[in-house]
């Protein structure tokens, strides 16, 4: 796995990539500056229907904080866009609010269709 996230927000603090916490949650921070979380809650559901991610949390994390371009959801959300290999990309959909956002769900696709018909808005 190659880090591609500069900044992540630890027990309150941005951090550099490549320390590690025990115990603490660690939050991308998205393009926007919004720290966004993903409780283990959500990974476990995340993982009842999209088995094919298990083990790739760290990559959903990092996809919020450095994605290829970010697309507008149908309901104020947002996906952050990846491609993980030649023609198959990593999708994570969050939600921003003022101060925190969280993430939603994350899937694999091979469907370019499936978000390039959605508004980019980044970069």
Not at 28 to 47: Q, T, Y
Not at 81 to 87: N, R
Request: proline share 4%.
């Amino acid at each position: 796995m190659v880090c591609r996230a500069n900044f992540w927000y630890v027990a309150g603090k941005y951090v550099t990539w490549g320390r590690r916490f025990a115990g603490v949650e660690i939050r991308p921070i998205s393009k926007n500056g919004v720290p966004i979380r993903l409780p283990d809650e959500r990974w476990a559901h995340i993982m009842e229907e999209h088995g094919e991610l298990s083990g790739m949390r760290q990559e959903v994390l990092e996809t919020i904080a450095e994605p290829e371009r970010i697309m507008a959801g149908g309901a104020g959300e947002l996906l952050a866009v990846w491609e993980i290999e030649a023609g198959k990309w990593l999708i994570a959909v969050y939600r921003e609010l003022e101060t925190d956002g969280f993430i939603i769900t994350a899937f694999l696709t091979c469907r370019a269709r499936s978000f390039e018909k959605r508004k980019q808005v980044w970069p």
